[in-house]
C-alpha cells in the first residue's frame, strides 16, 4: 500500500517526462544539444571507427553548409543544387578524405577551390553536374581519384591537356563524353575524349590557326599587290599625261612665243 501511494505521488512527473522527450526531439536547438556533437545544420552526421561522417544529401543546397566538424572524413553533398564552388571552399576540413559532389549544378569551379584538401583527400565525386570546361588551378596540387563522368564536356586543347594532370576513375575512360569539340569538325562530338587517343585537339587546332594565319596574310598579300598595280597604273596614267603634257610644250611655247610676238607687235 505505500508503495501505491508513491507510485501516484510521482505519477505527474511520468506524464510530464514524453512531452520533454518530444520537445527536445522537436525543438532543433535542443536536438543538437541533446546529440552533444556539433554537426553542420540539418546535415546528418555519424562517427564509425574510421572517422565521421557527414551525409547533406538531398538538402536543395546552393552553398557548401558552414559547420562542418573539421574532423570530417567522408563529406557527402550529393545531390544538391550547387552552381559552383568559390576559392577555399572547403577550408579547415584537414582529414576529409572522400568528397561526393555528384549531382549538383556545378559548371564552375574557382581557382583554390580545393585548397588545404591536398594532403587527404582520396576521392572526388564530380559526376553528373554541369562541368563544361576544367580549371587546373582548382585541382592545385589535389591527387585524389576524380569521378568526372557525365558533365557536359567542351573538349578542345585546354581540356585534352589539364586531364592527364589528374589521378581519374577508371570509368572516366568510358564517361569523359564531348558534348561539344573546337574545333568542331575534328569529330570528336560525341565520342569518349580519354578513347580518342590518335585526336590531338591541340594539333587540330595549331593546324586551323596555322591555315587561319595563312588565310589573312594571302588576304593582306593581294591587298598590298592590288594597292600596288593600283598606284603603279595611277602613276602610269599620270606618266602618260606629264609625258602629253611635255609633248605638246614645244608647241604651246611657239604659240605662246608668236602671241607675245603679237603683243609686242600691237
Ligand atoms: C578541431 O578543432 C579543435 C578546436 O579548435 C582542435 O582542438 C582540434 O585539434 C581540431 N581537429 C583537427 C583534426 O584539426
Ligand atoms: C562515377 O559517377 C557515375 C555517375 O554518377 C556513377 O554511376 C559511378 O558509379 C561513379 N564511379 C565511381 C567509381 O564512383
Known amino acids: 500500500m505505500p508503495e501505491a501511494s508513491g507510485w501516484c505521488r510521482l505519477l505527474p ?22 546529440a552533444g556533437t556539433a554537426c553542420a545544420p540539418r546535415c546528418y552526421c555519424s562517427e564509425a571507427d574510421e572517422g565521421k561522417t557527414v551525409r547533406c ?3 536543395r543546397l546552393t552553398r557548401v553548409p558552414t559547420g562542418i566538424p573539421n574532423d570530417t572524413r567522408r563529406l557527402y553533398l550529393d545531390y544538391n543544387q550547387l552552381p559552383s564552388l568559390p576559392t577555399d571552399a572547403f577550408l579547415g576540413l ?33 559526376s553528373s553536374n554541369r562541368l563544361a570546361t576544367l580549371n587546373p588551378e582548382a585541382f592545385e596540387g589535389l591527387t585524389a581519384r576524380s569521378n568526372l563522368t557525365g558533365n557536359p564536356w567542351h573538349c578542345d586543347c585546354a581540356l585534352q591537356s589539364t586531364l592527364p594532370q589528374l589521378d581519374l576513375e577508371p570509368v572516366s575512360l568510358t564517361g569523359i563524353v564531348c558534348h561539344t569539340a573546337d574545333p568542331a569538325e575534328s569529330g570528336a562530338k560525341g565520342q569518349a575524349l580519354l578513347l580518342t587517343k590518335e585526336l590531338d585537339l591541340c594539333v587540330l587546332l595549331k593546324k586551323t590557326t596555322d591555315v587561319a594565319m595563312l588565310v589573312t596574310m594571302f588576304g593582306w598579300f593581294t ?22 603634257y611635255l609633248k605638246s610644250l614645244p608647241s604651246r611655247q611657239g604659240k605662246s612665243e608668236e602671241s607675245s610676238t603679237i603683243s609686242t607687235v600691237v
Open 223 to 244: 591587298m598590298v599587290i592590288s594597292y600596288l598595280v593600283y598606284y603603279v597604273r595611277a602613276n602610269q596614267e599620270d606618266a602618260r599625261r606629264h609625258l602629253e
Open 94 to 126: 584537414p582529414l576529409l578524405a572522400e568528397l561526393d559532389l555528384s549531382h549538383n549544378e556545378l559548371a564552375v569551379l574557382e581557382p583554390g577551390a580545393f585548397r588545404g584538401l591536398a594532403p587527404s583527400l582520396k576521392f572526388l565525386d564530380l
Open 13 to 34: 512527473a511520468w506524464l510530464l517526462l514524453p512531452s520533454l522527450v518530444l520537445m527536445a526531439v522537436c525543438s532543433p536547438h535542443a536536438a543538437t544539444v541533446a
Open 57 to 59: 544529401s538531398h538538402l
